[in-house]
């Protein structure tokens, strides 16, 4: 599985559709979604949903097989939610939730509304899993926090953190994901993969051609 914010137009499509040929993930999972790479997952991956934007809201899940797809709707920018149930991915023992999702930024500009929004996201989303039984689920994407801020820890009171489990086990630092531009060094990891009874076997950061952020692709043991 991959989970990567493109950065919306400034993205490489040609590059991303290389990197994809290159990954062969059968889940992808995307933030800030532009229509030039979403064509390239249109060409790619026969089921899904995406829905490109040329600003910060475009999101969009790809799948190799058939899934059951819906939109979660929260305040700043709507979650996805796609459920891979084992008739149509035999890999499975029991059904599969993947929630995609990407929280409003904390600045640089119009801090306070951008706060609120996240508070406003979280609250939709923890409602959400209150309504919803428990069961095998991934929560990934941007979280636009860092281990050490708020939103953060309200995650892991809930899930745990794969990338963070991985390294410990593989004895290696987990690796940052932002950089300011998709020139610079990542600076922040705050893209993230978090997991409820489900085991991640080994997890790695990628280079998006021109994003800002890195990928996260892992696979499931």
């Not at 934007?53 to 097989?65: C, H, P, Y």
């Not at 860092?146 to 690796?175: C, E, G, I, N, S």
């Amino acid at each position: 599985m991959l989970t990567a914010n493109l950065w919306s137009t400034r993205v490489d499509a040609e590059g991303f559709a290389e990197s994809l040929r290159y990954l062969n993930p059968d889940v992808v999972c995307i933030q800030e979604l532009a229509p030039s790479a979403a064509s390239v997952l249109e060409e790619m991956y026969s089921h899904g949903e995406l829905s490109p934007t040329n600003d910060f809201r475009g999101m969009g899940i790809a799948v190799r097989n058939p899934a059951k797809l819906s939109t979660l709707e929260m305040p700043h920018n709507d979650g996805q939610v796609a459920v891979l149930e084992p008739d149509d991915w035999p890999t499975l023992n029991e059904a599969l939730e993947i929630v995609n999702l990407h929280f409003a930024a904390p600045g640089p500009r119009h801090i306070p509304s951008q706060l609120a929004a996240r508070r406003r996201q979280l609250a939709v989303f923890e409602e959400y899993l209150g309504q919803t039984p428990p069961r095998p689920r991934l929560v990934v994407g941007d979280m636009n926090a860092t281990p050490a801020w708020p939103l953060y820890r309200r995650l892991t009171r809930q899930f745990d953190d794969a990338h963070r489990l991985v390294a410990r086990r593989h004895h290696r630092t987990p690796r940052r994901t932002w950089g300011p531009t998709h020139r610079w060094p990542r600076l922040l990891r705050i893209d993230h993969v978090f997991t409820h009874a489900v085991e991640v076997s080994d997890l790695w950061v990628v280079p998006i051609a021109g994003s800002d952020h890195s990928g996260v692709v892992f696979d499931l043991a």
